[in-house]
T-cell receptor, first 114, second 115 residues
Framework: AQSVTQLDSQVPVFEEAPVELRCNYS??????LFWYVQYPNQGLQLLLKYLSGSTLVKGINGFEAEFNKSQTSFHLRKPSVHISDTAEYFCAVSFNNAGNMLTFGGGTRLMVKP | ETGVTQSPTHLIKTRGQQVTLRCSSQSGHNTVSWYQQALGQGPQFIFQYYREEENGRGNFPPRFSGLQFPNYSSELNVNALELDDSALYLC??????????????FGPGTRLLVL
C-alpha cells in the first residue's frame, strides 16, 4: 500500500533561518508529489508539485523541494523563513493508475519565532 | 483564493442525525473530490466525482455518499452521524477527469462537530 510519512510533527525555527521539512513516501509505481500549506482555519493551498523532469522544483513564497527517487523523498526547503510562514505543511502523493486521489502525510507544523 | 466555495462553514449535529455539505467547484473544473481532515491529522480521501459519476472511493463506509450536478457542484451526505465524524471536510476541484498529475484546488472547508 502507498503511504506518506512526514518525519517531524513540529519544527520550531527562528525568523530568517533556513528550514527543511521532510517527506518520505512508499510506492511501487510512479508518483506525482505535492506540497500544500494550510493556514489556521483555512483550506489547503498548493506550494509546489513534481510531475516529471528536473528533480528540483520551485514553488511560491520562496519554497523549493527536491525529488529523490532512490530515497523516495521529497523534502521541502526555504533558505530564510518569515513569521508569516507559520502554518501546517502537508506532503501528498498521487498515482497515475489511481485517478488523482491524494494520499497525505500527517503534516508538519512550522513555527517561526522572532 | 482558489474559487472553490463550501457551505456551511460550521455545523453542529447530534449523533444519529444526517448532514449535507455543499461545494461549488472552480470555474471550468469538472472533477470534485472530498476529503475528511480530523483534528491534528492529514486529510483522508473520501471519494471523487467526474461528470456526475463516482470516479473513485477511499476507505469510508456507505453512509458517506455524494452527488455531482450538471454544473459540477457537489454534495457530501453523511447518514447516522457518529462522534468520530467530527472533522473538517474539504472539497477540491480539478480538471482532467481525475488524472494523477492534475492539481487539486481546495475550498476553505466545513467544520462539522458531532455531539
Amino acid at each position: 500500500a502507498q503511504s506518506v510519512t512526514q518525519l517531524d510533527s513540529q519544527v520550531p525555527v527562528f525568523e530568517e533561518a533556513p528550514v527543511e521539512l521532510r517527506c518520505n513516501y512508499s510506492s511501487s509505481v510512479s508518483v506525482y508529489l505535492f506540497w500544500y500549506v494550510q493556514y489556521p482555519n483555512q483550506g489547503l493551498q498548493l506550494l509546489l508539485k513534481y510531475l516529471s523532469g528536473s528533480t528540483l522544483v520551485k514553488g511560491i513564497n520562496g519554497f523549493e523541494a527536491e525529488f529523490n527517487k532512490s530515497q523516495t523523498s521529497f523534502h521541502l526547503r526555504k533558505p530564510s523563513v518569515h513569521i508569516s510562514d507559520t502554518a501546517e505543511y502537508f506532503c501528498a502523493v498521487s498515482f497515475n493508475n489511481a485517478g488523482n486521489m491524494l494520499t497525505f502525510g500527517g503534516g508538519t507544523r512550522l513555527m517561526v519565532k522572532p | 483564493e482558489t474559487g472553490v466555495t463550501q457551505s456551511p462553514t460550521h455545523l453542529i449535529k447530534t449523533r444519529g442525525q444526517q448532514v449535507t455539505l455543499r461545494c461549488s467547484s472552480q470555474s471550468g473544473h469538472n472533477t470534485v473530490s472530498w476529503y475528511q481532515q480530523a483534528l491534528g491529522q492529514g486529510p483522508q480521501f473520501i471519494f471523487q466525482y467526474y461528470r456526475e459519476e463516482e470516479n473513485g472511493r477511499g476507505n469510508f463506509p456507505p453512509r458517506f455518499s455524494g452527488l455531482q450536478f450538471p454544473n459540477y457542484s457537489s454534495e457530501l451526505n453523511v447518514n447516522a452521524l457518529e462522534l468520530d465524524d467530527s472533522a473538517l471536510y474539504l472539497c477540491a476541484s480539478s480538471t482532467g477527469g481525475g488524472a494523477g498529475r492534475e492539481t487539486q484546488y481546495f475550498g476553505p472547508g466545513t467544520r462539522l462537530l458531532v455531539l
